[in-house]
């Protein structure tokens, strides 16, 4: 008979422990721990680990004898998801989408099989569903006009049974909808704590590799942006996604957290509508505010790229006097720390005072970004609302400003003005260095500034403030 034993497992780290525990002692998360019965069978592991090695192990060969060739992507047809994989999937590829419940994850993946399905008729595509009936998922199909012949969908919680229709469908692409949602049949413990989402995905893991499968594994995160369940999935897969939203759930947006057959910084936006999810191609129209030619204190744009995607952003900010015995500093869409070191180096080099105020920060949009290159414009738009002063409406600001005030180069500089251009503006403040260095100046009235005084004498004008 099969003996039992129990051990209490951290549901964020997957420590294990045999006696209950507040606070987990590898990750210090607190209240994680939750105790899971285990079968324990003499030779079990070590079958299941001889398992997992005959199927797609190796004979060990020196580095030059191993064959290095360039691998077989096959496009998505979806251009924002294939900018992200690096131009498409790859045989064996297991890829882990992750986001909030509700947010489109299911959506994508089934327009993304029918297309998939479209390209390799010859091969079919297997659509798991652990969260939904056969029902539901042919009505979202039809809602969102998905057709194919070689999809194959299944409604499946067992592991056991889902291999099975593995080896009986033969699938060159597989999604599984979501991995938290299958158990394997020779654990006891429940579907998603981690020792269950760990051995199904190492499962998925040998067939995927063994086979040359693409796997898709769907997962949830937390409210805290967190994986649900087990950190270790990110570990065994290959690749990495992260689905979030942007300006109130207008926009959503796919990110690369883990790549190992394409870029990490590369940045995926898509739409959803009745239809299901809509590419977003030009993405200037949602971070940059409506511009209606009329000029406000506070607002000053610039432009941030992402990966290869340059982007149209619009920095607001807000200076009041403050009500407190300590102002507040509040930041949107960028690190709060880089924005105190910048309204330091304006109390510093401009003269602003602001020990009496309150400064808010934000870009319009909900975009998040970590691009220095914006530096400049959040300067310039707190200074010009704390003077009242407003800027120009056709000039982009683009620069890293120093510790010290001055106004550092700027990387693809001519990509960013050319986005500027585009979108109808005339004139650009931009480092002095990279001005010089300019080849071409795309449409615009390129000047360059050397420190951050000479930048607000040229765009602020009209203050009782003295710098």
């Given at each position: 008979m099969a003996r039992?034993?129990?051990?209490?497992?951290?549901?964020?780290?997957?420590?294990?422990?045999p006696k209950p525990m507040g606070q987990c002692p590898d990750c210090s998360a607190w209240n994680t721990m939750i105790e899971e019965v285990v079968e324990a069978r003499p030779g079990a592991a070590a079958g299941a680990a001889a398992r997992r090695m005959t199927d797609f192990s190796s004979e060990a060969v020196a580095l030059k004898d191993a064959p290095a060739e360039a691998e077989a992507r096959t496009s998505t047809d979806i251009g924002e998801f294939d900018r992200l994989l690096g131009g498409?999937?790859?045989?064996?590829?297991?890829?882990?989408?992750?986001?909030?419940?509700?947010?489109g994850k299911s959506t994508l993946m089934l327009q993304a099989a029918a297309r998939l399905c479209a390209q390799k008729t010859q091969r079919p595509v297997l659509y798991v569903s652990g969260e939904e009936s056969l029902r539901q998922v042919s009505s979202r199909a039809q809602r969102l006009g998905v057709r194919g012949d070689s999809l194959f969908l299944l409604c499946e919680t067992d592991l056991g049974k889902i291999l099975a229709a593995v080896a009986r469908v033969k699938p060159w692409l597989m999604v599984m909808d979501s991995v938290q949602t299958v158990f394997h049949p020779e654990l006891t413990s429940s579907p998603g704590t981690v020792a269950q989402v760990r051995e199904c995905a190492a499962e998925l893991l040998r067939v995927a590799k063994a086979t040359d499968t693409v796997v898709f594994l769907l997962g949830h995160v937390t409210k805290d942006g967190m994986l649900a369940g087990p950190k270790v999935l990110e570990h065994i897969v290959d690749t990495v996604l992260y689905f979030d939203t942007e300006r109130h759930d207008l926009l959503r947006v796919l990110r690369a957290q883990k790549n190992r057959f394409g870029p990490t910084d590369e940045l995926g936006l898509f739409e959803m509508g009745e239809k299901g999810l809509k590419e977003v191609n030009d993405a200037s129209r949602f971070f940059l505010a409506d511009r209606d030619g009329k000029t406000q204190p506070g607002r000053v744009p610039s432009v941030t790229i992402e990966g290869s995607r340059s982007m149209l952003v619009e920095v607001q900010s807000l200076v009041v006097h403050t009500k407190y015995p300590l102002p507040r500093r509040m930041a949107t869409g960028m690190d709060l720390n880089r924005v105190l070191v910048l309204l330091a180096a304006m109390e510093k080099h401009l003269r602003l005072r602001l020990e009496d105020r309150d400064v808010f920060v934000s870009l319009a949009g909900g975009l998040r970004i970590k691009d220095p290159a914006v530096d400049l414009a959040v300067c310039l738009a707190v200074m010009s609302s704390a003077r009242e002063a407003p800027v120009p409406a056709d000039w982009i600001m683009l620069g890293e400003v120093g510790l010290l005030g001055e106004v550092g180069r700027v990387p693809h500089l001519e990509l960013r003005l050319k986005e500027a251009a585009k979108a109808g503006f005339h004139r650009a403040l931009v480092p002095a260095r990279c001005a010089k260095e300019l080849s071409r100046k795309p449409g615009l009235e390129v000047t360059g500034v050397a420190d951050l005084r000479s930048a607000a004498e040229l765009i602020i004008k009209g203050s009782d403030l003295d710098i």
């Open positions: 039992l034993k129990t051990v209490h497992r951290c549901q964020e780290c997957g420590y294990s422990a498409g999937v790859v045989p064996g590829q297991v890829l882990l989408l992750a986001g909030p419940p509700g947010i």
